[in-house]
């Protein structure tokens, strides 16, 4: 008989799937009709984030216990929060492999997969859950990083919303992500002796993999959004250009030519 979590994880996949599949049914707002597939990815992404990103907080809150012992102390539902990030980031990297090309999602198909691998061995053991749910307080981030986006594809920047989600963007990265990336990392070095050193090294990978696309991520907003917008007063022909971006990167808001970027 199949774990519990793996089937969680199952009916999550169908369940973000299945929503992928309902999105194209509504819509799409005129001014992101350009890009239909990255409007409709977004808001799952979006969704997802919302809940596993507010459920961490709020059980991290309700029961501290899972960040004093990250191993064996979580409630029954913590796992299936954990489970339901597993299957969403499986259906997500199979929308990207059925709608991009490799050599656009490279970057966040290596990411999913890094993710996917660590959260499915809290899934499949039952252990570790507590550093799984810390691990998704990074989603109150991602959170902010996909509404920017969503701003960016309706053609909003600038603006006063694109503004505040872009310093409410930064601000998440370092309190829900980088914070949470440095205590992970602290507690796995700590623990480095306890820990089996396949799952040290599975976890650091992953760890150094995040935090360095977090870095990079947040020097991209602070000089796209906040630096240049300051140093080159945007204008209406500005703003259109800013529009015609489709790539589903966090760099700079016009046109480039990196693939480097992430999504949680």
């Given at each position: 008989?199949?774990?519990?979590g793996?089937?969680v994880?199952?009916?999550?996949?169908?369940?973000?799937?299945?929503?992928?599949?309902g999105?194209?049914?509504?819509?799409?707002p005129?001014l992101?009709a350009?890009?239909?597939?990255q409007?409709?990815n977004l808001?799952?992404?979006?969704?997802?984030?919302?809940?596993?990103?507010?459920?961490?907080l709020?059980?991290?809150?309700?029961?501290?216990?899972m960040?004093?012992?990250?191993?064996?102390?979580?409630?029954?539902?913590?796992?299936?929060l954990?489970a339901?990030?597993?299957?969403?980031?499986?259906?997500d990297?199979?929308?990207?492999?059925?709608?991009?090309?490799?050599?656009?999602?490279?970057?966040?198909?290596?990411h999913?997969?890094?993710v996917?691998s660590c959260?499915?061995?809290?899934v499949?053991?039952?252990?570790?859950?507590g550093?799984?749910?810390?691990?998704?307080?990074l989603?109150?981030?991602?959170?902010?990083?996909?509404?920017r986006?969503?701003?960016?594809?309706s053609?909003?920047?600038?603006?006063?919303a694109f503004?505040?989600?872009?310093?409410?963007?930064l601000?998440?990265l370092?309190?829900?992500r980088?914070?949470?990336?440095g205590w992970?990392?602290l507690?796995?070095?700590?623990?480095r002796h306890?820990v089996?050193?396949?799952?040290v090294t599975?976890?650091?990978?992953?760890?150094?993999?995040?935090?360095?696309?977090?870095?990079?991520?947040?020097?991209?907003?602070?000089v796209?959004?906040?630096?240049q917008?300051r140093t080159?007063?945007?204008s209406?022909?500005h703003e259109?250009?800013?529009?015609?971006?489709t790539?589903r990167?966090?760099?700079?808001?016009?046109?480039d030519?990196?693939t480097?970027s992430?999504?949680?």
């Amino acid at each position: 008989m199949a774990p519990p979590g793996l089937l969680v994880a199952g009916a999550s996949f169908l369940a973000f799937r299945g929503l992928h599949w309902g999105l194209r049914r509504l819509p799409t707002p005129e001014l992101a009709a350009r890009d239909r597939w990255q409007w409709r990815n977004l808001c799952v992404s979006l969704a997802h984030s919302l809940l596993s990103g507010a459920g961490a907080l709020l059980g991290l809150s309700l029961h501290p216990q899972m960040a004093a012992d990250p191993i064996h102390g979580h409630p029954s539902w913590a796992l299936v929060l954990v489970a339901v990030s597993v299957g969403y980031f499986l259906a997500d990297g199979a929308d990207l492999l059925r709608n991009q090309t490799l050599g656009k999602t490279w970057d966040l198909l290596c990411h999913h997969l890094v993710v996917v691998s660590c959260l499915s061995t809290a899934v499949l053991s039952g252990h570790y859950v507590g550093f799984s749910m810390v691990s998704l307080l990074l989603e109150l981030n991602s959170a902010c990083l996909h509404l920017r986006k969503l701003l960016l594809l309706s053609r909003q920047a600038p603006s006063l919303a694109f503004s505040v989600t872009s310093w409410a963007s930064l601000a998440t990265l370092a309190l829900f992500r980088l914070v949470p990336l440095g205590w992970m990392s602290l507690w796995l070095f700590r623990q480095r002796h306890q820990v089996p050193l396949a799952l040290v090294t599975l976890g650091g990978i992953g760890l150094v993999t995040v935090g360095v696309m977090s870095i990079v991520l947040g020097i991209r907003i602070l000089v796209n959004d906040v630096l240049q917008s300051r140093t080159h007063p945007p204008s209406p022909g500005h703003e259109k250009t800013r529009g015609t971006r489709t790539r589903r990167d966090d760099g700079p808001v016009t046109r480039d030519n990196s693939t480097l970027s992430l999504k949680d």
